[in-house]
């Protein structure tokens, strides 16, 4: 039987993404990772080098996949902030990556260049807007972003949002709130 290295990979990945999530960078264990892939440690090793690197392709394939499917769109931004919103409430997994990448690195990892990139072409786009006028200026581009990711973020942590109509109701305050924030 031929093996198909993108499938084997793409299954690597997801398991992985599910066992840091779970476990933390600390707590997750290869041989998990390996029998969930239906994979083997040597293969693992062997397409990302060490559990770091592992790690580090999670970050870089889930930032791109991001992307894909939120990008930004500085003529809409509280909508923009409504999706990214609901790309956390159906894959909390993110977002437990996340903060687990903040209590056990600091934030950003050893090889966040991808992120970095990301992050700067997002605050570019909008104060590129902000010159334009589309978007208010009482907070700077980076400022923003931030408030911006805040608002999104903080509901996982915080709120109890199983219920459809609260989570239909905090997505509502965070275009509000977002609204306010570009404000001209």
Known sequence: ?????????????????AEFSHYG???????????????????IYTYFGSKEGLLEAVGEWLVAW?????????????????????????HPELMRLVNWDRLE????GEKASRLAETVQAKVEAIAQAQREGRLGTHFPAP???????ALVELPTCVADLRDEEARAARRQAIKDAVARLIER
Do not use: C, W
Not at 6 to 17: C, D, H, M, S
Not at 25 to 43: E, H, L, Q, T
Not at 105 to 108: H, L, S, T, V
């Open 105 to 108: 690195r600091g934030g950003g």
């Open 143 to 149: 400022v923003l972003l931030e408030l911006l990711l």
């Open 25 to 43: 960078i600390a707590g997750a264990r290869v041989d998990r990772i390996a029998a969930a892939s239906a994979s083997n440690k040597a293969m």
């Open 1 to 17: 039987m031929k093996r198909d290295a993108q499938a084997t990979r793409k299954r690597i990945l997801e398991a992985a993404v």
């Open 66 to 90: 991001h992307l894909q499917e939120v990008p930004l769109d500085t003529q809409d931004l509280p909508e923009y902030a409504a999706r990214v919103f609901d790309r956390y409430q159906a």
